[in-house]
């Protein structure tokens, strides 16, 4: 049986390691804040918002909700990222993606103050992931795992690892994190030929495909630990699935994340780390 890498421990102890700075900075008179602004009522952001303010409350970070209606113009949209630029008791702010296809996504990323961007929308971020220097901050999901990695004991210093996915989101962001920890990585997707035997070569595997059952037994070895990034609707179960057909893995390899409970459970405690880290920047200038 496959040890089961759940994010709850992962998330208390973030949680336990920031309520000192969070107290350090309440001495000084600053409290940090996010901003999440919310267009729509999207099932999958108000889930994430609810963990959000959970975890907000327990650190003691303050959360103001800026929610807009699905509908609402691009003007309305960039309106409420100004007031949030303009904002200097804000410290981060969070945007919840994809939008509406009515409006323009990447301007509305461009809008936002790359000292603000607390979960890599912005060129910047982007750019401080790719070179390795600390300007603005990675994506809090690519985060997660490498948290989650660092608190179970494993060791990426020329770990060959797997990732499974080529988004700006996930994928591209977390192998640039995984190589700057000394990590040997591979690139793959949906369309790598037999994805399957290449992934049965790796150490690590971290699957952000987004397609539910993207990993099967015949893509995982016995040793292997699996990262499992997918949250998907499965019809069928009736239920939350990643992007691992878990049931067939978890005899197999050596540990798995399971989903729900794994990956997204640290995500919201990465968030709020952020935003401290953010909050702390304003103080250091």
């Not at 700075?21 to 918002?49: F, H, N």
Request: hydrophobic share 45%.
């Amino acid at each position: 049986m496959a040890q089961e890498l759940r994010g709850a421990p992962v998330a208390n102890a973030l949680t336990e390691a920031l309520s000192g700075r969070v107290a350090a900075l309440k001495e000084q008179g600053i409290t940090p804040t996010l901003a999440i602004i919310r267009v729509g009522e999207r099932d999958d952001d108000l889930s994430y918002e609810r963990g959000a303010l959970k975890r907000a409350e327990k650190l003691g970070v303050e959360v103001r909700q800026f929610v807009l209606a699905a509908d609402c113009t691009q003007e309305e949209l960039i309106a409420a990222i100004d007031e949030v630029n303009q904002d200097s008791s804000i410290h981060g702010c969070l945007m919840f993606r994809p939008l509406p296809k009515t409006l323009d996504e990447q301007a509305a990323c461009s809008a936002l103050s790359p000292a603000k961007d607390v979960d890599c929308i912005t060129e910047g971020s982007l750019y401080g992931v790719f070179a390795n220097q600390p300007k603005g901050f990675p994506p809090c999901t690519a985060a997660a795992c490498l948290e989650l990695l660092d608190y179970y004991g494993y060791d990426l210093t020329g770990a060959r690892v797997i990732v499974v996915g080529r988004s700006l989101v996930i994928g591209k962001p977390v192998s640039i994190m995984l190589q700057a920890k000394n990590a040997t990585v591979t690139m793959c997707h949906t369309r790598t030929r037999d994805l399957a035997a290449e992934c049965s070569k790796a150490e690590i595997v971290v699957v952000a495909a987004g397609h539910i059952g993207t990993l099967g037994a015949d893509a995982v070895a016995p040793g292997q630990v699996v990262i499992d990034v997918g949250i998907n609707w499965d019809d069928e179960a009736g239920k939350l699935v990643g992007d691992v057909a878990y049931d067939e893995c978890e005899p197999i390899v050596k540990a798995i994340t399971p989903v729900p409970g794994g990956v997204g459970s640290v995500t919201t405690a990465v968030l709020c780390k952020h935003v401290i880290e953010a909050a702390e920047r304003t103080v250091a200038g």
